[in-house]
């Protein structure tokens, strides 16, 4: 068979499961429909729809579904990419998103919402939008500008604009280095990876804005700051929806924008712990390689996830669509998906159990070559020692 018949016979076998993904806000505003007016049947627990649906049935459901390894031919990629099909999908994410969240906004300050259907509230609305946060990640890695402003556009529920500036122009440089603030390091828990990925990628995307204005004669406060940008957006979608419902709405969006927020970091915690690119003769890191990400090819998560989690072909091709991301065989494997790994990423010592004979494994027993927490490279080196 000529590889053009091999193009011409090849077929998306996940086309129509790609839907899932703008499915999640439409489930969510459907779930919070179902808690307002079955409040009698569903209780106050009837707003915890989507923590449950993404912490325990999608990780049950990736186990039960199994794995994809196949990858579309390559003769195929470029009619597979210009397809609009797929683009559309993820531009269906944003309105529901945007709706989504206005409706749980509105319901956070019904005087007769309670406590625990608040906190539902945050955590749901706050899903939404921290997956959200993926749907910018595909949309912000493309030339045209429509869909670079989408990405924006989706960043401002969560107030995170500035992860257009720094993921972009920031990670996928330092990626799987101890400058990385968003590459965590073997032995570092969530808990203090959160802290340093929060503050330091900030901290990345203003000094990488001064310096692009620098060169163009501007001050780092001038307008065509991309981070003063995005962070206006966010101020003009809280203000809004201050201006309709009160300032009492003002706590639930901030709570919900840093679950969301912490959402993605969680998933940053996962995709490279402990995994660092070594440095060269001349004292450069070496180019970023399949074996500096976590894979994964569950596949329920990467429908709802845009293939996320084929991560190292996206570190190869950060504007590769996802529908045309491949596995690679030589990329370290996670034991579940992303879905699978949120609970366990929240308890040290049982990401430890799970994952640092993973990374030394990796490494062939030679636990030097990973990327160690500072404070605790030593306890690491007389536990695991030098094969």
């Not at 009698?40 to 390894?69: K, N, S």
């Not at 402003?149 to 969560?158: F, G």
């Not at 490279?377 to 695991?384: D, E, I, K, T, V």
């Amino acid at each position: 068979m000529t590889e053009t018949t091999m193009n011409a016979s090849w077929t998306d076998g996940k086309r129509y499961w790609w839907l899932l993904s703008p499915a999640l806000p439409l489930l969510v505003v459907l779930g919070l429909l179902n808690f307002q007016f079955n409040h009698a049947i569903v209780g106050d627990w009837g707003t915890w729809g989507t923590p449950f649906l993404v912490y325990l049935v999608l990780p049950l459901f990736d186990f039960l579904v199994g794995t994809d390894r196949s990858n579309p031919p390559e003769s195929a990629i470029a009619a597979l990419e210009r397809d609009k099909y797929y683009r559309w999908i993820v531009y269906a994410y944003v309105p529901i998103q945007y709706g989504a969240t206005a409706y749980g906004a509105w319901l956070a300050v019904q005087p007769d919402t309670s406590w625990l259907a608040f906190a539902g509230l945050v955590l749901s609305i706050g899903m939404i939008n921290g997956v959200g946060i993926n749907t910018a990640h595909e949309l912000g890695h493309k030339r045209e500008n429509f869909e670079r402003w989408l990405a924006r556009i989706t960043l401002a529920p969560v107030a995170y604009g500035h992860f257009f500036v720094e993921h972009n122009r920031g990670h996928h440089r330092n990626v799987a280095t101890p400058e990385d603030p968003a590459s965590s390091r073997m032995g570092e828990s969530f808990w203090a990876f959160l802290p340093r990925t929060m503050i330091g990628s900030l901290r990345s995307a203003w000094s990488l804005e001064r310096e692009r204005l620098a060169r163009r004669g501007k001050s780092a406060w001038h307008w065509d700051n991309e981070n003063l940008q995005a962070w206006a957006m966010t101020v003009v979608v809280f203000g809004a929806l201050t201006l309709w419902l009160g300032w009492a709405v003002l706590p639930f969006l901030l709570l919900q924008a840093f679950y969301g927020a912490s959402l993605l970091e969680v998933v940053n915690y996962i995709e490279h712990y402990g995994l660092l690119r070594q440095k060269d003769a001349s004292g450069r890191y070496v180019r970023c390689e399949p074996q500096h990400s976590w894979n994964n090819n569950h596949i329920i998560s990467n429908v709802f996830l845009y293939q996320l989690q084929r991560h190292s072909d996206h570190h190869a091709n950060p504007m590769r669509r996802f529908q045309a991301l491949r596995h690679f065989r030589d990329s370290p494997q996670l034991p579940a998906g992303y879905a699978g790994m949120l609970l366990p990423a929240y308890v040290p010592f049982v990401w430890y159990r799970i994952m640092n004979h993973r990374v030394l494994a990796h490494y062939n027993g030679d636990i030097t070559k990973a990327n160690l927490q500072p404070n605790r490279r030593g306890a690491l080196l007389r536990r695991y020692g030098r094969a």
